[in-house]
């Protein structure tokens, strides 16, 4: 009989006790048993490239987080209630990297309850229950969360969209009905989301975007949206909100928010992801005026939110960032990574789009001959990358956009890596199909 390979019997007994609703990145999962940057390691001994991870941003294990947080957890660790100087330190650190007007931080668990309290905040301060959200986007899995995330109301199997929800088309230049990425077709989708606002009669209380759509297929907004809709969005009373849940924290290279890209300061901001490199965190950033409203209401209080390890780690990963210069490094490497998917792009039709800024890229993967999305050779080349001991993913509502948002201490001898494989991928790939095509 075949001896049982332990990666099967650990899948096994997951589906057994989870259910594979929690799902598993690749037809053949990999058993991890270590990460260091940008490296992880499973227990057959292979190294892995990461390419993919956005959530350790310094890199994994970096022993400047790590000691961080062993030395916080071995010293106090409490609740809000009680007075520590690591609340509000951090506090002020991570505000110093926000607008003026963004001076007010909320701190929970993860970007879902961020993006859950964001919302309720927008309720509570407008008086008003609609929101604006973007067609493909993705906020978190609340069920607040769940009602504003396209992403999964409109799957087939998902809740549907609820009837406080407002939905605009994503201003997309590489697959929408203007393309032209000069302004003007970011204005001609704001125009569109504007229509729509004006032909709900009553106000809403908040639009929510992120700046580039991670779930969405890597997609950035088109130029001009947010900075024409803002404006409208706040003559109605509305509360603008960017999800930089992704995007944020220098990963783009050229801004250290995303919001910075579209030359707009939103009222609100949810971020999480990088913020703790994978401690679990999240924070709600406002306006004072903003603040206030929430203040007048009922007490805000979370367990875990803001405790003094969570803001021990997230006051070392703004040290390291700072420390190691790794948005330059995200700026540098991200404009060589790209320059290369560029170059290859010139050989392959099938790279439709090669997109996104810093360290936070998407390469959409078409059929050549009508610019269809090819999901399989998408996926071809994800399965093949994770064969060839590196790792990217796929996403988009055709599943056809590799996603690379690599740690940040990614090198340029790291992105070559990723591109000469996808080279060779393609390579084989086409020469299989050829010979197919010549039977
Ligand atoms: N917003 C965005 C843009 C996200 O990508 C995610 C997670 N993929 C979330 C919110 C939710 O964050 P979390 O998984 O930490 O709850």
Same mark, same amino acid.
């Given at each position: 009989?075949?001896?049982?390979?332990?990666?099967?019997?650990?899948?096994?007994?997951?589906?057994?006790?989870?259910?594979?609703?929690?799902? !598993?990145?690749?037809?053949?999962?990999?058993?991890?048993?270590?990460?260091?940057?940008?490296?992880?390691?499973?227990?057959?001994?292979?190294?892995?490239?990461?390419?993919?991870?956005?959530?350790?941003?310094?890199?994994? *294990?970096?022993?400047?987080?790590?000691?961080?947080?062993?030395?916080?957890?071995?010293? !106090?660790?409490?609740?809000?209630?009680?007075?520590?100087?690591?609340?509000?330190?951090?506090?002020?650190?991570?505000?110093? $990297?926000?607008?003026?007007?963004?001076?007010?931080?909320?701190?929970?668990?993860?970007?879902?309850?961020?993006?859950?309290?964001?919302?309720r905040i927008?309720?509570i301060?407008?008086?008003?229950?609609?929101?604006?959200?973007?067609?493909?986007?993705?906020?978190?899995?609340?069920?607040?969360?769940?009602?504003? *995330?396209?992403?999964?109301?409109?799957?087939?199997?998902?809740?549907?969209?609820?009837?406080?929800?407002?939905?605009?088309?994503?201003?997309?230049?590489?697959?929408?009905?203007?393309?032209?990425?000069?302004?003007?077709?970011?204005?001609?989708?704001?125009?569109?989301?504007?229509?729509?606002?004006?032909?709900?009669?009553?106000?809403?209380?908040?639009?929510?975007?992120?700046?580039?759509?991670? &779930?969405?297929?890597?997609?950035?907004?088109?130029?001009?949206?947010?900075?024409?809709?803002?404006?409208?969005?706040?003559?109605?009373?509305?509360?603008?909100? &960017? #999800?930089?849940?992704?995007?944020?924290?220098?990963?783009?290279? #050229?801004?250290?928010?995303?919001?910075?890209?579209?030359?707009?300061?939103?009222?609100?901001?949810?971020?999480?992801?990088?913020?703790?490199?994978?401690?679990?965190?999240?924070?709600?950033?406002?306006?004072?005026?903003?603040?206030?409203?929430f203040g007048k209401g009922v007490e805000f209080f979370?367990?875990?939110?803001?405790?003094?390890?969570? &803001?021990?780690?997230?006051?070392?990963?703004?040290?390291?960032?700072?420390?190691? $210069?790794?948005?330059?490094?995200? $700026?540098?490497?991200?404009?060589?990574?790209?320059?290369?998917?560029?170059?290859?792009?010139?050989?392959?039709?099938?790279?439709?789009?090669?997109?996104?800024?810093? !360290?936070?890229?998407?390469?959409?993967?078409?059929?050549?001959?009508?610019?269809?999305?090819?999901?399989?050779?998408?996926?071809?080349?994800?399965?093949?990358?994770?064969?060839?001991?590196?790792?990217?993913?796929? #996403?988009?509502?055709? #599943?056809?956009?590799?996603?690379?948002?690599?740690?940040? &201490?990614?090198?340029?001898?790291?992105?070559?890596?990723?591109?000469?494989?996808?080279?060779?991928?393609?390579?084989?790939?086409?020469?299989?199909?050829?010979?197919?095509?010549?039977?």
């Amino acid at each position: 009989s075949l001896e049982v390979p332990p990666v099967t019997q650990i899948v096994n007994k997951r589906h057994r006790y989870i259910s594979p609703i929690v799902s !598993l990145s690749y037809k053949q999962p990999i058993h991890m048993a270590s990460a260091a940057f940008q490296y992880m390691y499973d227990t057959s001994g292979n190294t892995y490239l990461d390419a993919y991870n956005n959530i350790p941003h310094v890199g994994h *294990s970096h022993p400047v987080v790590v000691n961080a947080g062993q030395q916080q957890m071995a010293t !106090l660790n409490t609740n809000t209630r009680y007075l520590y100087h690591q609340l509000a330190d951090y506090a002020e650190k991570l505000l110093d $990297k926000f607008p003026p007007s963004l001076n007010k931080v909320y701190f929970v668990n993860s970007g879902s309850a961020a993006s859950d309290l964001a919302i309720r905040i927008a309720k509570i301060h407008t008086g008003q229950e609609k929101i604006m959200v973007l067609e493909h986007g993705y906020h978190g899995h609340t069920q607040t969360a769940t009602d504003i *995330s396209d992403y999964k109301f409109n799957n087939p199997k998902g809740q549907g969209q609820k009837e406080y929800i407002l939905k605009t088309g994503i201003p997309d230049t590489y697959r929408g009905i203007y393309k032209n990425d000069d302004g003007s077709a970011g204005i001609h989708y704001a125009e569109h989301a504007i229509e729509l606002l004006k032909n709900t009669h009553t106000p809403i209380a908040a639009f929510i975007s992120e700046p580039i759509s991670g &779930c969405g297929g890597q997609i950035p907004l088109a130029k001009g949206y947010l900075k024409t809709l803002y404006p409208e969005i706040r003559k109605q009373g509305g509360i603008c909100i &960017c #999800d930089e849940v992704q995007t944020g924290f220098g990963r783009l290279g #050229d801004y250290f928010w995303g919001f910075e890209a579209h030359d707009v300061v939103p009222d609100m901001v949810v971020i999480g992801k990088p913020i703790a490199n994978g401690h679990p965190m999240g924070a709600v950033i406002c306006t004072d005026e903003i603040a206030n409203s929430f203040g007048k209401g009922v007490e805000f209080f979370s367990s875990f939110g803001g405790n003094p390890v969570s &803001c021990a780690i997230a006051l070392s990963v703004l040290q390291v960032i700072e420390e190691e $210069k790794l948005q330059e490094n995200a $700026k540098i490497v991200g404009k060589y990574y790209t320059s290369l998917f560029r170059k290859l792009q010139e050989k392959y039709r099938c790279i439709g789009d090669v997109r996104g800024s810093g !360290l936070f890229l998407g390469i959409e993967i078409v059929h050549p001959q009508n610019q269809e999305p090819d999901t399989l050779l998408a996926n071809h080349i994800k399965n093949h990358l994770r064969n060839r001991h590196i790792l990217i993913s796929t #996403d988009g509502p055709y #599943d056809n956009v590799l996603k690379t948002k690599p740690p940040l &201490c990614f090198s340029k001898e790291n992105a070559a890596e990723v591109v000469e494989n996808i080279a060779e991928i393609l390579q084989a790939y086409y020469k299989n199909v050829n010979k197919t095509n010549a039977f």
